[in-house]
């Protein structure tokens, strides 16, 4: 059965089946008329309602709730649809295929998103931390976002953009009332103090880490010579056989990574080769090399060689406490048993006060790495407009800053983006 309205889309938006209860979203302008063909007539908008779900050519598919969503007022800004079936994989193809029957096509991943944000549902920066709430897998991590998923700090860039527009107007005034010859009215005094202050505001942003190293996790090595006891100290903090331990030097050749949680802080541990300048041989160097590269990438690092000899604020670490030849660290050292696990409460509690020192806080908006660079051109040109004598000049550096939060907030200059922020969403969101 064909239908003139090609470009309506459909996904799973619930969990991989089988499941409980499976969500199937509609978004476009043939949503009701599926919707109308499969449940025989739409329900009240926003209200669910029981339906008989049947194919015209296959019959009775499944007993599931319908909810019917009118557009602008629906969360991608178009007609949008539900289908709450049975999860199981079977009813799930069966609608699905009814949908394409129907002129549907399957959505491609972020699509739904996407659309809300072309609609004016939502900006750019609301869009961006709802694709990382879609990967976060900590409690700092959903602290961290919900306020910008939320539209908080999407709020406050355009407050601040209305400052800058305010004093835009206030140069402007000044400019005509310099040229009529002080005919005119009289300029807002203040406007440069303004902008400094926004300037301010926007500092502190700057200062929080990006929602990159949030999403990512703190980079955590693991480094110290062969047999210190660095592979089974990285099997123990992720409580699994995750890298070969043994007696023979060398065995790790190669930098092994694992994300972890620790105290609801998101981590990426790094376990690398032993380091050493003699008896390696070549594929043993390549580790070797890498290991050296993963220093220099680390947020952090565990250093379980002779102490001092790590890099310069190291984490000490006295490893295989449980040894007879153990050697005890100074003061601030921790001192750990991989086999008997002594020692690691410590450890991962100082992992945990490090992580939650270094990732953006609760209350804190993390924008990322593209958006910091946006806010601060923004900044640096409302520092020049505060500061400059001629108005001409200070004229259009406040034009700037405001063309940079207008593509922070995806106003302008997006198209060259979309793809990649889009393309990160499953499929049905």
């Given at each position: 059965?064909?239908?003139?309205?090609?470009?309506?889309?459909?996904?799973?938006?619930?969990?991989?089946?089988?499941?409980?209860?499976?969500?199937?979203?509609?978004?476009?302008?043939?949503?009701?008329?599926?919707?109308?063909?499969?449940?025989?007539?739409?329900p009240?908008?926003?209200?669910?309602?029981?339906?008989?779900?049947?194919?015209?050519?296959?019959?009775?598919?499944?007993?599931?709730?319908?909810?019917?969503?009118?557009?602008?007022?629906?969360?991608?800004?178009?007609?949008?649809a539900?289908?709450h079936?049975?999860?199981?994989?079977?009813?799930?193809?069966?609608?699905?295929?009814s949908?394409?029957?129907?002129?549907?096509?399957?959505?491609?991943?972020?699509?739904?998103t996407?659309?809300?944000?072309?609609?004016?549902?939502?900006?750019?920066?609301?869009?961006?931390?709802?694709?990382?709430?879609?990967?976060?897998?900590?409690?700092?991590?959903?602290?961290?976002?919900?306020?910008?998923?939320?539209?908080?700090?999407?709020?406050?860039?355009?407050?601040?953009?209305?400052?800058?527009?305010?004093?835009?107007?206030?140069?402007?005034?000044?400019?005509?009332?310099?040229?009529?010859?002080?005919?005119?009215?009289?300029?807002?005094?203040?406007?440069?103090?303004?902008?400094?202050?926004?300037?301010?505001?926007?500092?502190?942003?700057?200062?929080?880490?990006?929602?990159?190293?949030?999403?990512?996790?703190?980079?955590?090595?693991?480094?110290?010579?062969?047999?210190?006891g660095?592979?089974?100290?990285?099997?123990?903090?992720?409580?699994?056989?995750?890298?070969?331990?043994?007696?023979?030097?060398?065995?790790?050749?190669?930098?092994?990574e694992?994300?972890?949680?620790?105290?609801?802080?998101?981590?990426?541990?790094?376990?690398?080769?032993?380091?050493?300048?003699?008896?390696?041989?070549?594929?043993?160097?390549?580790?070797?090399?890498?290991?050296?590269?993963?220093?220099?990438?680390?947020?952090?690092?565990?250093?379980?060689?002779?102490?001092?000899?790590?890099?310069?604020?190291?984490?000490?670490?006295?490893?295989?406490?449980?040894?007879?030849?153990w050697?005890?660290?100074?003061?601030?050292?921790?001192?750990?048993?991989?086999?008997?696990?002594?020692g690691?409460?410590?450890?991962?509690?100082?992992?945990?006060?490090?992580?939650?020192?270094?990732?953006?806080k609760?209350?804190?908006?993390?924008?990322?790495?593209?958006?910091?660079?946006r806010?601060?051109?923004?900044?640096?040109?409302?520092?020049?407009a505060?500061?400059?004598?001629?108005?001409?000049?200070?004229?259009?550096a406040?034009?700037?800053?405001?063309?940079?939060l207008?593509?922070?907030?995806?106003?302008?200059?997006?198209?060259?983006?979309?793809?990649?922020?889009?393309?990160?969403?499953?499929?049905?969101?």
């Amino acid at each position: 059965m064909a239908t003139d309205t090609p470009d309506t889309i459909f996904a799973l938006s619930s969990g991989t089946p089988p499941c409980g209860v499976a969500i199937i979203r509609m978004s476009g302008a043939g949503s009701g008329r599926a919707l109308n063909v499969l449940a025989g007539r739409l329900p009240n908008p926003r209200q669910a309602s029981l339906r008989q779900i049947r194919d015209p050519q296959a019959g009775w598919l499944d007993e599931a709730l319908v909810l019917w969503f009118p557009g602008p007022n629906s969360a991608t800004g178009e007609d949008c649809a539900e289908i709450h079936c049975h999860g199981g994989r079977a009813v799930i193809r069966a609608i699905e295929s009814s949908l394409s029957s129907l002129g549907l096509r399957q959505a491609e991943p972020g699509e739904f998103t996407r659309r809300a944000f072309l609609n004016g549902r939502m900006d750019l920066l609301e869009a961006e931390a709802l694709g990382d709430m879609l990967s976060a897998e900590t409690e700092l991590q959903r602290a961290v976002l919900a306020s910008s998923a939320k539209g908080h700090a999407s709020a406050e860039v355009a407050h601040w953009r209305e400052a800058v527009l305010s004093a835009s107007a206030a140069v402007e005034q000044e400019l005509d009332f310099s040229d009529d010859d002080q005919d005119g009215i009289a300029p807002r005094p203040g406007w440069r103090s303004e902008a400094r202050r926004v300037a301010d505001e926007m500092a502190a942003w700057l200062a929080v880490p990006p929602a990159e190293r949030l999403r990512e996790g703190l980079r955590v090595v693991l480094a110290g010579p062969p047999n210190s006891g660095k592979s089974s100290l990285f099997n123990a903090i992720l409580d699994e056989a995750a890298a070969i331990v043994s007696p023979i030097a060398g065995t790790t050749r190669d930098a092994i990574e694992r994300p972890v949680a620790i105290g609801g802080v998101p981590f990426l541990l790094v376990d690398t080769a032993g380091l050493r300048d003699e008896g390696a041989d070549e594929i043993e160097r390549i580790g070797i090399s890498r290991a050296g590269q993963e220093l220099a990438r680390a947020d952090v690092v565990l250093w379980l060689g002779p102490e001092g000899e790590g890099p310069t604020g190291a984490i000490e670490v006295a490893s295989m406490i449980d040894a007879p030849a153990w050697q005890a660290k100074g003061e601030g050292s921790l001192a750990v048993s991989a086999v008997t696990g002594e020692g690691l409460p410590r450890l991962m509690g100082r992992l945990s006060e490090v992580g939650r020192d270094r990732l953006p806080k609760p209350g804190q908006v993390a924008v990322s790495r593209r958006q910091k660079e946006r806010l601060q051109t923004a900044r640096l040109q409302l520092l020049e407009a505060a500061q400059v004598e001629d108005l001409l000049i200070a004229g259009e550096a406040l034009r700037q800053a405001r063309h940079a939060l207008d593509a922070m907030l995806g106003t302008v200059g997006t198209e060259d983006m979309l793809d990649s922020l889009f393309g990160r969403f499953c499929i049905g969101k």
